[in-house]
């Protein structure tokens, strides 16, 4: 609509200037054209002209978060809901077990059932995501694993080979989800976001098993243990939705970001926005830095597998909780870790954009992620107060959540094109470590004690301290 305001003009004068103004809006649909009543000297027109905005939608509350950090907080949901549907396993096998008179052997089984498929899909998952894009590797691995959760009750009333077998699937789908979500930030994130994003999502596993073990009891409690399964294996169709609405592999894929946004992140040097196809096999094992990250994955997953999987039987056998009491205790280091791991993040991610390298500070976080566990683990023995041996758990915990801004941060920085291979390589032997580890620990309870349990880890993380401080490096060595 068009709206005429008139200075002292001719009637004459009128009737042309109104043609003319008719003719621009027909010219120019979009824009609205108004005018301010009052007199000038010549006698003209004051126009003002505005863009409409009638079409422009207003924005959620998300949609105003910028996008890089969307892809991050919907990988912290998918990793909230991979330890979620992980950990719930560790409630429910209890009735399970009573339930289908199981004996401690099989319960072991069931529940190492799981890493079967595990350990099959960490290579694999890199390589996938880094061909074809972390988004369409994510996205299957969540569907794939939530199917697999809520298949498990009628799994397991069928028989044990088909749990077992489950389960492994389970496994496969949580494999690719380290790789994929690696491959997307290495893509998205710019070395100055890097480890702060990192942190975040790893937060959500953490914070996964904490809300696994909170809410299994009392959903066990209430409908009984299949419900466990089938109320968080759901939840992956709702993180669905939102993925394939709002998630892409890489900016370039994105046609709903902004120029400003792009910019910034495709701006990084140290990134390379583009899938991959041949994989330089040769060439990545041929690198020193490479090795640092395999050989120090697997001292640190040592001791964090050991302690979170044993700490429960610790917690009853040398401090004398009871079972209730150990499960309540077991949660306050995975929030340690999730408080810690941003608090490192953002203290990591701040000394780089200071100008301190990369290298450095890779080395340095992880340091703290190694020899702060070292320190704590090794006081167990001379603390006598539960209270105590708890609080220096946590400690324990807490600066080894330091190592997200170290070795989980470096796949990045050394092979941004490979972050998913890289995180796919190192990650198996962590998951081996977790497997040996665990074994491990039981034979050496068996015939020792649990400072020699203790010892052992100690002593990874002093390995893991000097391979990374002689080999490892926060640049690019991977084309």
């Known amino acids: 609509m068009v709206t005429y ?17 008719e003719k621009k809006s027909n010219e120019e649909p979009a824009v ?11 006698e003209s027109h004051s126009f003002t002209t505005t863009a409409s905005v009638e079409d422009d939608k207003p924005k959620s509350w998300f949609d105003r978060i910028p996008k890089r950090w969307q892809i991050v907080a919907l990988c912290f949901f998918a990793f909230l809901l991979c330890n979620m549907d992980r950990v719930n396993m560790s409630i429910a096998i209890l009735p399970m077990a009573s339930e289908f008179h199981w004996n401690s052997t099989t319960v072991g089984l069931v529940q190492s059932s799981f890493f079967w498929g595990y350990l099959l899909t960490q290579i694999a998952g890199g390589v996938w995501a880094d061909s074809i894009g972390g988004k369409k590797v994510l996205g299957f691995g ?15 009333k069928l028989g044990l080979p088909v749990l077992f077998a489950v389960r492994a699937c389970m496994g496969i789908g949580e494999g690719v989800a380290m790789p994929a979500m690696n491959n997307l930030l290495s893509r998205w994130i710019p070395v100055t976001e890097r480890s702060r994003s990192l942190a975040l999502v790893y ?32 939840l992956g169709a709702v993180w669905f939705t939102f993925w394939q609405k709002n998630a892409y592999s890489s900016p370039a894929e994105d046609i709903t970001l902004s120029e400003e946004e792009k910019n910034y992140i495709l701006g990084d040097s140290a990134q390379e926005k583009v899938a991959i196809g041949e994989i330089p096999w040769g060439q990545l094992l041929s690198e020193p830095s490479v090795w640092a990250l395999i050989v120090c994955h697997f001292c640190h997953n040592w001791g964090t597998f050991i302690l979170l999987t044993w700490m429960p039987t610790y917690y009853n056998q040398v401090l004398g909780f009871n079972l209730m009491e150990s499960g309540m205790f077991s949660v306050l280091p995975w929030l340690t870790m999730a408080l810690s791991s941003n608090l490192g993040g953002w203290i990591a991610d701040n000394l780089v954009k200071r100008g301190v390298s990369v290298t450095l500070v890779r080395k340095v976080m992880q340091s703290i992620g190694f020899l702060g566990p070292a320190f704590f683990l090794t006081q167990l023995s001379h603390i006598r107060s539960p209270s105590g041996a708890v609080l220096c758990m946590m400690a324990s915990q807490g600066l080894d959540a330091f190592s997200q801004s170290g070795l989980y941060s ?35 309870l068996q015939h020792g004690t649990w400072d020699d349990v203790f010892k052992v880890a100690v002593a990874l993380y002093l390995v893991g301290t000097v391979v990374w401080n002689l080999f490892s490096t926060g640049e690019r060595v991977i084309d």
């Open 410 to 444: 470096n796949h990045q920085d050394i092979g941004p094109r490979y972050a998913g291979v890289l995180l796919g390589l190192s990650n198996t032997a962590g998951v081996l470590a977790g497997v040996i580890g665990t074994a491990a620990t039981g034979y050496i």
């Open 203 to 234: 937060s959500g596993m953490y914070l996964g098993s904490v809300t696994g073990l909170a809410f299994s009891p009392a959903l066990i409690h209430k409908y009984n243990w299949p419900s466990v399964f089938f109320t968080f294996g759901s």
């Open 142 to 156: 969540v569907i794939w694993w939530s199917v697999a959760t809520v298949l498990t009750p009628l799994a397991a």
């Open 5 to 21: 305001c008139w200075g002292t003009s001719s009637p004459g004068s009128e009737s042309i200037d109104q043609l003319e103004s």
């Open 32 to 42: 609205e054209i108004n005018s301010s009543k009052g007199t000038s000297s010549d």
